[in-house]
């Protein structure tokens, strides 16, 4: 099996023809499968279907239907249709690697589906085509991962560096405090107005005196004439 590396602009093309597909068949859901299982892209809506599993089961059915061909007497089966109560299955081989299954109610009929279907073949090989000759050898994915992964690290680096940036503010040292921020009563009174000159306590100046009233005290009167 073909290696396959699908692009979104490859994704694009191929829901550029599954869309009128699905539109003017009048399909509930049109899905591109690869033979391994793989799902390629879908068109429509159906919210009872599991997308994923439809496909790996798709791909698993071509086995058992490729054993009945052969006993038949037939290479393969180039189509499948199974019918159901309300809804229908519609399964084609659009070329060696793809299947497309169309899944469609009776607002439409098998017959207008296979027209559609076969109108839109054309289109879906030549995108497939584009698809799978994108192998290893002629994509350099060295270059194309190797550009997104640069460019969304360029990018990211680019926000940030546009983004402010906070540096943290240094630690104010201690003598930088202000010095209304100390409370005035925290300062002991008698550092807040000192005196100038000391002054003699007041147990000297009494002392002083006593000794000074006794030497008066012990000198002889003076006498006047």
């Known amino acids: ?17 599954l869309l009128p597909l699905t539109q003017k068949a009048n399909l509930l859901l049109a899905v591109l499968i690869n033979k391994d299982g793989r799902l390629l892209t879908h068109q429509g809506m159906l919210d009872t279907v599991d997308i994923i599993s439809l496909a790996a089961l798709v791909a698993g059915n071509s086995a ?14 180039c189509a499948m249709y199974h019918q159901g109560k309300d809804k229908h299955i519609y399964i084609a ?11 469609f109610d009776d607002r439409t009929n098998i017959d207008r589906v296979k027209v559609f279907a076969r109108q839109f073949e054309r289109d879906m090989k030549a995108a497939l085509v584009q698809v ?3 192998s290893e050898d002629q994509v350099d994915l060295d270059m194309d991962l190797g550009s997104v992964l640069f460019g969304n690290v360029a990018s990211a680096m680019q926000q940030t560096a546009a983004a402010p940036q906070y540096a943290p503010s240094p630690a104010m040292p201690p003598q930088a405090v202000p010095q209304q921020a100390i409370p005035s009563q925290a300062v002991p009174p008698q550092t807040q107005a000192a005196h100038p000159y000391p ?3 007041p147990q000297a100046d ?5 000794a000074n009233s006794a030497q008066h005290l012990q000198q002889p009167p003076q006498q006047y004439r």
């Open 1 to 17: 099996m073909k290696d396959m590396i699908l692009f979104p602009e490859d994704i694009d093309c191929l829901n550029g023809i």
């Open 64 to 77: 058992s239907t490729l054993a009945i061909a052969h006993l038949v007497g037939e290479t393969e089966f």
């Open 93 to 103: 081989n659009v070329d060696e690697e793809t299947f497309l299954a169309l899944i």
């Open 132 to 134: 799978y000759s994108k």
């Open 199 to 201: 002054q003699q306590p």
């Open 206 to 210: 009494a002392a002083y005196m006593d």
